[in-house]
């Protein structure tokens, strides 16, 4: 696989607010200081963009941007999605095109800059658990008799 640029030169998009799940009133965040670039969402943001209509004034912002279609397989490359941004309960009031790629373990987004308040890309919420904390893991180890213990301890 060639070196894809993108996937080693992004910005973070990390803030806790951020989350489709955070529902505070008091806030009117927007992405209009995002210079056009790639991106990647992580920490309590969410694992990637929001993928199903955010309810509004959720995300820290009024209307709360999320991908409209699926997220990309790695052999698609750089893909164009529709951005979603929910305003008076329509969940594609506004809309952008930006690029998505699949960098194997985690998505980039390439956002163009945008100059009207208050749209806020929003990520799932969702932070996958620290390696090692998995509530689900299956070893399966090797059958043990005793004449194979014999071989370690001789």
């Known amino acids: 696989m060639k070196s894809l640029v ?31 670039g790639w991106y990647r969402f992580g920490g309590k943001a969410g694992s990637q963009m929001a993928d199903s209509c955010v309810s509004m004034y959720h995300c820290g912002t009024d209307a709360p941007g999320w991908l409209s279609g699926t997220h990309p397989a790695v052999a698609d490359g750089a893909v164009q999605r529709k951005v ?23 998505y980039v987004y390439k956002y163009m800059q945008q ?18 904390r998995s509530t689900h893991i299956r070893v399966t180890l090797p059958k043990i008799t005793c004449q194979s213990m014999l071989k370690y301890i001789s």
């Open 115 to 132: 100059n009207t308040c208050y749209l806020r890309y929003c990520g799932n919420g969702f932070v996958p658990s620290a390696p090692g």
């Open 6 to 36: 993108e996937c080693y030169q992004y910005t973070f998009l990390n803030e806790s607010n951020r989350a489709k799940t955070y529902n505070i009133n008091t806030t009117n965040l927007c992405d209009s200081a995002l210079s056009t």
């Open 84 to 106: 979603c941004f929910n305003w008076i309960n329509r969940c594609c009031f506004f809309s952008t095109y930006i690029s998505v790629r699949n960098c194997g373990g985690f």
